[in-house]
Structures are given as C-alpha cells and as structure tokens.
Nanobody, 121 residues
C-alpha cells in the first residue's frame, strides 16, 4: 500500500557531502514523522534524524552540525543533507515514515529498502 524509495547514496571521501532523498507513494492519507536510520556492519540500526510534519527536527548527537534533515510535505519526500562526512558515517541508511493510509485508523511504520553510504579515501 505504501512504498518508500530512497536515492542518493554512494562513495565519498572523508569531508565530502551527499544528499539522500526518500519519496513515499501509495494510498497515503497523511504522514506524521519521517526520519533516517542507519546500520553499520555488525551494529544495530540507530536513529540518525527525524522530522515532524510541522518541521521540528531531532538529531543523534553524533551527527549534529553535520547532517540536516528536511522534508517536502507536498511531495511526501524527506531529505538528508550530509556534510563533513566521516568514515564512521559508513552504513546502510534507511528511510522511515509513520503513515496513515486511506481508510486507515492509525499511523504505521514503513521502511525503505536502504541505500549504502561509504565514506573512504
């Protein structure tokens, strides 16, 4: 019913930048919170940043000042601008959205397929 499609990952040198995008589509009535999570090899998935429909953002301490989350409500799209990237930012990045579908009663979590970000010289 709902699909989240991510794009923008890739290989970048330390100190470089990338911009991730995630577009939600399907039988969407409303989207509450959207966010980005990441999972490095051998580690648990962790929160990177979230943003409410009103634009209030929340960040993990490890990315504050370097990564910026934003969203376009008209396009059901969330972005993650990543600057000053470090090798420890290397991970698969997953998009998340809390979506109420048409005729649904509650918001439910939906996830994208993930996009690889590799920071290496």
């Amino acid at each position: 019913q709902v699909q989240l499609v991510e794009s923008g990952g890739g290989l970048v040198q330390p100190g470089g930048s990338l911009r991730l995008s995630c577009a939600a589509s399907g039988s969407i009535f409303s989207i509450n919170e959207m966010g980005w999570y990441r999972q490095a090899p051998g580690k648990q998935r962790e929160l990177v940043a979230t943003i409410t429909s009103g634009g209030t953002a929340n960040y993990a301490d490890s990315v504050k000042g370097r990564l910026t989350i934003s969203r376009d409500n008209a396009k059901n799209t969330v972005y993650l601008q990543m600057n000053s990237l470090k090798p420890e930012d290397t991970a698969v990045y997953y998009c998340n959205a809390k979506v109420k579908v048409v005729a649904g009663r509650y918001h439910h979590d939906y996830w994208g397929q993930g996009t690889q970000v590799t920071v290496s010289s």
